[in-house]
């Protein structure tokens, strides 16, 4: 084999396109970090404050409420719609579902009045047998049946009765119009420079 004919890339691009694809991919991965950076998205990985929860304008009517209700003494947003049986299930969950948020967010396609899907509800119902389970074992000794045979007709759910615990009735934009104003809102991550730029005042 003759070494001395190898092509290598700094062969087959001139300088001018070294240049160009080095500029190229500084713009791409500094846009990329611009845009985890604003979609608050280390306090997704890390964090278990319900605040995160908010960084999409959509969410604030479900933060206002919960805010106001028992259960934000002691549940968080992770504690009920994300699996906490072990640590696989709540991460690759909380992506998977995490990704199909921003989606919608970004698409302008989540609805105005927000209910769970099939696999949201399916966790959402475990996690509240998981936490009253004395409750529902011991007390009122309701039993303990999942969420796919509640949708069969072979049960409840827990919100069939428990409708409004903990965001209270519907929850939209237009049924809980200022929610903004009537909890503490984390401020905008976006820094006031990029706001003047964007014609954000």
Known sequence: MNWHKLITWKDVFSYRQKVFLLVAGGVIVG??????????????????????????HIMTPYYATWSRSSHSRDATCN?????????????????LDGMKHVAYFVTHSERQAIRAETASAQVIMDNCIRCHKQLNTEFVKTGRIDYMQAKRDEGMACWDCHRNVPHGGMNALTSTPNAETQVPI??????????KVLGNR
Do not use: E
């Open 186 to 195: 984390p401020p905008s991550p976006v820094p006031r420079w990029l706001q």
């Open 79 to 95: 504690d009920c719609h994300v699996p906490n049986g072990n640590i696989a299930t709540h991460y690759g969950f909380k992506g």
């Open 31 to 56: 846009l990329t970090l611009l845009f985890l950076y604003l979609l608050r998205m280390h306090t997704y990985i890390a964090g278990d404050d319900p605040a995160a929860c908010v960084n999409c």
